[in-house]
């Protein structure tokens, strides 16, 4: 017997030794992953990594955050140490390596200690250092002296000085202007001649000021976010006012170790903060205010506050942001609608989805969606995400079988961001090799569980089924599809059909003039190309089945609905009836808005506990659309289940049936499922971006609700009619279930004792079907047609059926000829199968 290899083997000392085939995934993890672990790890940590390979040595060797700390070294190892950084930084410049953070905390003994200082800094800011933190404490009495060429670098932008000395009584920086945070703390040692401090740092986000003996002046924007002022001297409450009014998206203020002299009298003030420390110190006025402490000096709290006047009242009618639009010359559009919330929602929409796939880029769309936001040539994935983070925003991407949707949610103050990212995630796309093998494993997954949800199973497979064309093209990959779909494939279809013409930035929250600044620049220079043509698609019916050992048996029945969103009234005619027919669980629970007073609840569910689920559903697209009834049910009910679901197409489609209650409800719960839809920023934003790729413009709501109270019974029973009149499609998931012979008759017999109109034409193409589906009829099935269709070629057809089929005519079906026959007046042919009947040994059990 031959042995299987083995994976593992036994050293002498008896440790396992694994294969060399094995692969090692410390060593092969890219440079960005490695550098985002060190930032979490102490430098001396960080040099311990170096033993897991050689390729964690060298990038250890191109960390960018330098942080040098004499403590780790020791006093004994001092001129180690300065080696140490000296070789460090040489090397970074001699590599032209960037540098991020520059760290370094060193106690000065010696005078030549302080020209290498200065030198090593000098070195940082040519790498274009961002970060600098100094701690440089001298044995003698005197401070390190900073040196000025640190606040003319462009590159910083977060100082932190402990230790360092600014010389002489007057002391002007303008060479901040790209600091993000500073500290900056005057204490007396070092400070005796500064008298004054000018900084003028205008992207300023975090402040650390402080001093007792010193006037410091700090030039900001109002986009300062925290605020810190340490030292009693320059705490006063004038201050304290102005910063409250200059700067209203001040978030944090600390007041640290503040005289009570200069804060005691300071009344409460307006804030446009949203958390405020209080001081440390115990004195009543401003900080019992803070603190809680009793104080006799607070005004009530219904006296109007000093320089705050008060807003004006809300008047009773608010009229709505109106939508503005711009379409560039290139052919992409540009949709806002302004609202006074904080927050924005941004989208770009393309008219673009699985129809548009060819068999080679079959599943393209599903893999577009899962490779959203993704590496791009301007940021890697991990940016991305931290980016997105750092604003609190939220991304999505779907796709449907006509467009594509990508949205990022966050506050409005980040609008020019998210408009950036976003226009970059969607066009510039790298689809890195590794990225996209991941996300084909996780669609393979995907495919796997799909058995847990039969419904979307069925309502893909109804699609497949009942188109020919496009809209037959799956919505989810297919497994066959998963081993030749790459990131080739992906440039090609996003080259193809990412284009102006078929793009709509919409946005929810933000002004157009913002949107249009931001936004116009980054897709202005995209070619002006000839927008492609809708691929065409034909709806024929069709049957799908799937065997599956599952103890509920899955069955879904669908119908045409010419038009689709381009024929507006009938589409929302649609859209009432599938909230008036309503449906679900048996087990739901809830009210009314659960749909309990829908017509499938009262009517099926409520009568047939062998139901499990029943529901109506109907998928809109641009020029077609599709309604049916889902059921789930036990296999022994199944034929039942399709009769019922007939039984209720057909219900509606008779005049009478819907009563005006019942429709004055579907037409109440679907205005109030649009309006409360509405309340969300980020379906107003998709609702924005569909609406012009399908129209060219938004219709407002009301036209919407409009329409809707205009509905009359009338427009119910044409639409159902129409839909009924169109082929059947079917699909099932589950055990033992098979669209046979008594399925059809079944369906036959139902719609000829109907009173519809068209109910000749429906027969005829439920033959036609089961001719196409290879179903054999029985016996009765001919008994039923000639029945229906008396004497003409439909008969004749009928007739031709059995030879066809492979049938006998028994008993009953001579008896249904003639009567056939004696109803269209021809009496002749009825006695001749008369008397064939009474050769064939049959009685007449009729009057004649």
Request: net charge neutral.
């Amino acid at each position: 017997m031959k042995e299987e290899p083995q994976l593992n083997r036994k050293s002498k000392r008896g440790e396992t030794i694994e294969s060399a085939d094995r692969i090692d995934r410390i060593s092969d993890l890219s440079e960005c992953i490695i550098h985002h672990i060190y930032s979490f790890l102490p430098t001396k940590d960080v040099a311990k990594t170096t033993i897991f390979s050689k390729s964690w040595r060298s990038k250890w060797a191109s960390y960018p955050i330098l942080d040098f700390d004499q403590s780790l070294f020791g006093e004994e190892f001092e001129n180690k140490f300065i080696k140490f950084v000296d070789d460090t930084i040489q090397r970074f410049c001699a590599h032209k390596l960037y540098i991020q953070k520059f760290k370094l905390y060193m106690s000065i003994h010696e005078f030549d200690h302080i020209s290498l200082v200065n030198k090593w800094i000098g070195l940082a800011i040519n790498q274009s250092v961002r970060e600098v933190k100094l701690h440089i404490p001298i044995r003698w009495y005197e401070a390190y002296s900073l040196p000025q060429e640190i606040f003319a670098c462009k590159s910083i932008t977060v100082l932190k000085l402990r230790c360092c000395m600014l010389k002489g009584p007057l002391f002007k920086s303008k060479g901040l202007k790209n600091f993000k945070i500073l500290k900056f703390i005057v204490q007396d040692r070092g400070f005796e001649e500064l008298k004054r401090v000018d900084i003028e740092a205008p992207g300023l986000q975090r402040l650390t000021i402080g001093g007792d003996s010193v006037i410091i002046n700090v030039k900001m924007r109002q986009e300062i976010k925290s605020l810190t002022l340490k030292g009693g001297n320059m705490v006063t409450d004038q201050l304290v006012h102005n910063l409250m009014s200059k700067y209203p998206l001040l978030e944090t203020l600390d007041l640290d170790h503040c005289k009570k002299s200069h804060v005691g009298n300071l009344r409460a003030t307006h804030y446009g903060t949203s958390s405020v420390v209080a001081s440390r110190t115990s004195s009543p006025g401003f900080f019992s205010w803070l603190t809680g402490e009793h104080s006799t000096s607070l005004p009530p709290l219904d006296s109007p506050i000093h320089g705050v006047p008060l807003p004006p009242p809300l008047p009773d009618y608010i009229e709505p942001s109106k939508v503005k639009s711009k379409t560039l010359e290139n052919g992409v559009r540009i949709v806002s609608e302004a609202s006074p919330n904080p927050a924005a929602s941004v989208g770009l929409y393309l008219d673009c989805g699985s129809i548009y796939e060819t068999p080679m880029s079959c599943g393209a769309t599903h893999l577009l969606e899962r490779m959203a936001f993704k590496s791009t040539r301007n940021r890697s994935h991990l940016r991305i995400v931290r980016e997105v983070e750092a604003i609190g925003g939220s991304v999505a991407a779907s796709a449907s079988r006509e467009q594509m949707a990508y949205t990022f949610d966050a506050l409005k103050t980040h609008v020019p961001v998210m408009v950036e990212l976003l226009v970059d995630s969607v066009r510039n796309p790298v689809f890195l090799d590794w990225e996209v093998s991941e996300e084909l494993k996780k669609m393979k997954d995907e495919l796997g569980q799909l058995s847990n949800n039969p419904q979307g199973l069925l309502l893909e497979a109804i699609h497949s089924a009942g188109y020919s064309g496009a809209l037959a093209n799956p919505l989810l990959a297919p497994e066959s599809a998963l081993n030749r779909l790459d990131g080739a494939i992906l440039e090609e279809f996003v080259h193809e059909h990412y284009t102006a013409p078929q793009m709509v930035l919409a946005a929810s929250g933000v002004e157009f003039e913002e949107l249009i600044s931001v936004a116009e620049p980054l897709l202005s220079d995209l070619p002006r190309v000839q927008r492609p043509e809708e691929p065409k698609s034909v709806y024929v019916g069709g049957d799908y089945r799937r065997q599956a050992d599952s103890p509920m048996t899955h069955v879904a029945l669908a119908f045409e609905v010419p038009g689709g969103w381009h024929n507006e009234k009938e589409a929302i005619v649609l859209t009432v009836l599938q909230m008036l027919m309503g449906g679900g669980g048996s087990f739901s629970a809830g009210g009314p808005g659960k749909g309990m007073h829908s017509r499938l609840y009262l009517r099926v569910l409520n009568e047939y506990q062998q139901l499990h689920s029943f529901s109506a559903f109907n998928s809109i697209f641009n020029n077609t659309g599709l309604f049916g009834i889902y059921a789930s049910t036990t296999s022994d009910f199944v034929q039942k289940a399709v009769d019922i679901a007939v039984g209720e197409l057909i219900a509606i489609a008779v005049p009478g049936q819907v009563s005006k209650l019942q429709l004055e409800r579907a037409k109440e719960s679907t205005k109030s499922a649009v309006l409360m839809n509405l309340e969300s920023r980020m379906i107003v934003t998709e609702d924005i971006g569909r609406q012009f790729l399908t129209y060219g413009e938004r219709k407002p709501v009301e036209h919407f609700l409009k329409t809707v109270d205009e509905l009359t019974t009338k427009d119910i029973t044409n639409i159902a009619q129409k839909i009924i009149s169109s082929p059947l499609t079917m699909a099932s998931y589950g055990d033992d279930f098979r669209h046979d012979a008594f399925t059809y008759s079944r369906l036959i017999l139902i719609i000829s004792k109907s009173t519809l109109p068209d109910r000749i034409n429906l027969v005829r193409s439920i033959v036609s079907e089961m001719e196409k589906n290879g179903v054999r009829g029985t016996i009765s099935t001919v008994n039923i047609l000639i029945g229906f269709f008396g004497d003409s070629e439909d008969l004749k057809k009928s007739v031709a059926l059995m030879e066809k089929w492979g049938l006998r005519m028994n008993g009953y079906t001579y008896k249904c000829l003639v009567q056939a026959y004696l109803r269209s007046r021809d009496s002749e042919k009825g006695f001749r199968v008369y008397l064939e009947m009474k050769r064939k040994g049959y009685k007449l059990d009729i009057c004649l």
